[in-house]
């Protein structure tokens, strides 16, 4: 019975992976990485995983009879050709590690690695900060404008907007990955969510209706000013801000962390200078307006605030709404 040792190592691999996958899954992390309508595809993923690992452990042991029937059966085919031919032989896992080799094993590792050893990290103001801060809500107000004004715009990876965001995740409503536990709603049920923004006394952000009130109040913020409102986020502080200013924001997640968009509202509140980055809070305010580098944004003049624990699950995800 002989082993061949890159066998066995890549079929841990496989498993490894189908344990970090179920890992994620087990401790409620997974969700720090992909929105969880991707879950049930993760999952599938997983199984994947372990079916090739079965199948590989396979090839891990060949019999000594098995050896010899092989290069018997090699040797004849070699009596039917040239030497140049005769040379060569079938890899069975055994061939030694070059450089090439090293560098494939290395990249497959790396994740295994950081996804065991290192923790969830969630995103926070660094992130905010790295992906344009304050500029990223003037530019997404911009973008929800120009939309609501011609039906066709250019595409810009770079200017990708929020509101095409939105859009993009309502379209994939149906993939077949979409969680049981992720709430749908029907068309009537999402236009009810808007006209309770219009007609409540006190618009509530909690994270069902973030984005899309986020959404709705950014299109006319003329409508809203005045009204009372109550949400929660972190804290991010910007150069360029007044003392008593900053942003308290949440990161949108349509498909995994890799797409996350900032959004929040530029607030001001007297105890401003006593708080400080990535500190989560629960807000209540009124809404005014300022103006950033020519744009109009939502201001929040907040009246009550409170720390709080960071949630769980600390990221919004676009609503899905069902096609009856």
Known sequence: MKIHFQQALR??????????????????????????????????????????FFIQITRIWTSTKEEVDHEHHHG????????????????????????KKLLSYSIILFPLLTGFLLPAKTLDASIAEKKGGLAILGNQKK???????????????????????????????HDLSVNEE?????????????KDLYSSPAIKMDDKVFSLYYEEIGKDIDKFIGREIEFQGFI????????????????????????????????????????????????????????????ELPLIKIKDWKEIEEPFIPYLYPLTIKIL
């Not at 992720?182 to 808007?194: A, D, H, T």
Request: with cysteine.
């Open 143 to 173: 973008e929800v404008n120009t939309s609501a004004g011609s039906e066709q715009s250019d595409f810009d990876l770079e200017d990708y907007s929020f509101e095409e965001e939105l859009e993009e995740a309502e379209e994939l409503e």
């Open 236 to 295: 991010y502080k910007e150069e360029g801000l007044a003392s008593n200013q900053l942003v308290i924001s949440r990161f949108l997640i349509t498909h995994c962390v890799a797409d996350a968009s900032m959004i929040g509202f530029l607030s001001e509140m007297e105890e401003a200078p006593k708080l400080y980055d990535n500190m989560w809070v629960k807000v209540s305010g009124v809404i005014d307006k300022a103006v950033y580098n020519g744009t």
């Open 76 to 99: 004849e085919d070699c009596c039917h050709h040239d030497d140049h031919n005769c040379s060569h032989h079938h890899d069975h896992g055994d061939t030694p590690f070059t450089g």
């Open 11 to 52: 079929a841990l691999i496989l498993l490894a992976f189908c344990g970090l996958i179920f890992q994620l899954h087990y401790t409620g992390d997974i969700t720090k990485y992909i929105n969880p309508k991707y879950v049930r595809l993760s999952q599938s993923a997983s199984i994947l995983f372990l079916f090739l």
């Open 182 to 194: 992720v709430e749908e709603i029907s068309n009537e049920e999402f236009e009810q969510l808007k």
